[in-house]
């Protein structure tokens, strides 16, 4: 017994067998994202006050390096799929939702990797 319906049988319509990843994807960034964002937000506390050249050191140091590029990396790549189940639900053209989405996409990578070029650039200029 099938519960779909005859006409969706013949047209071959179903799941597109990709929503389990995206959705997988979103929970493992957001995970990653809860830590990444704590020791973001106490690395500031502990940096109030400091020069430029303070901050600019413990940039370029390993782990807060890594660490940075990690968070840069999940947070763009969540906002990424976030935005993308956004415009799926909500815009129904279906040619502008085509574009959004890889203007979306388009515009997280480009902002990623200009981010990400930051923190290099700081980590290995000293």
Known sequence: ?????????VRGLGSAKEGTAH???????????????????ASILS??????????????MPVPAVLLILLLTATFYHAQLGLQVVLEDYVHNEGLKLAAILLVKFACLVLGLAAVFGVLKIAFQG
């Open 23 to 41: 959705w997988w994807a979103q929970r493992v960034t957001a995970i990653a994202l809860v830590p990444l964002a704590l020791w973001f937000v």
């Open 47 to 60: 940096l109030i006050g400091a020069d430029y050249a303070t901050t600019t050191a413990w940039i370029g």
């Open 1 to 9: 017994m099938s519960l779909r319906s005859p006409l969706g049988r």
